[in-house]
């Protein structure tokens, strides 16, 4: 029992110690005992605000901002990220099947690809749908000139800032140079004048 009795003596020095202290000695260590638990406190308080707040931080894409990375691989086997399409124009559209204004968003997406394929301006519409034989279906219903890509867990478009569709990003160079957050026309004037000026 060694280790008991060296206990025993412990505690027992430390009550002598102790009665035989000042009040004054009493006072001081509660004093420093005080200081030392509101100093730990302020830490761990400060350490937890900051969790908080690096956990709600917004990392959602931003006009001007570096594009959020990810990598897909699109339904003919390409793999596409942010940044592999070295100066050209990537048009990342966030879509599915059963939104209408996504399906009604696609014939101008189509054309907007036609038109634009030469010059460097590549769209990928990446779907969101979780039902892989409904996607396939549409797809081979409607033959779009773009490239598609499914998502089904919806991972990207949250690393996007993306919860309502469709949802569109114009990325170059790996940056984010425009968002449209609505169904567009694609083929109109004002958007034909901005990709040029991206060219």
């Known amino acids: ?29 509660k004093v420093t005992t005080n200081n030392v638990l509101r100093a730990l406190m302020g ?3 400060a350490v937890f605000i900051g969790l908080i707040v690096f956990s709600l931080r917004d990392t959602s894409a931003k006009e001007g901002g570096r594009a959020p ?10 793999r596409v990220t942010p940044v592999s399409f070295g100066g050209k124009v990537l ?21 907007f690809q036609k038109k634009f394929a030469k010059s460097g301006v590549v769209v990928v519409a990446v779907s969101i749908d979780k039902n892989p034989e409904k996607y396939r279906a549409f797809l081979d219903r409607i033959h779009v000139s773009f490239d598609t890509a499914r998502d089904p867990q919806a991972d990207i478009s949250a690393r996007y800032g993306t919860f309502q569709y469709p949802e569109t990003y114009i990325i170059k160079d790996g940056r ?5 957050a609505n169904a567009e026309d694609w083929v109109s ?6 990709i040029q000026s991206l060219l």
């Open 91 to 111: 048009v990342l559209n966030f879509w599915a099947t059963w939104c209408s204004p996504c399906v009604q968003e696609i014939p101008s997406l189509n054309e």
């Open 176 to 180: 984010v140079m425009r968002k449209f």
């Open 1 to 29: 029992m060694p280790t008991l009795g060296r206990w025993i003596l412990v505690f027992t020095g430390s009550f002598r110690s102790a009665a035989g202290a000042s009040p004054a000695t009493f006072e001081h260590r």
């Open 69 to 78: 990375e990810f990598s897909i691989t699109t339904d003919d086997g390409q």
């Open 43 to 45: 830490a761990f308080t």
């Open 189 to 194: 004037d004002d958007m034909t004048q901005y």
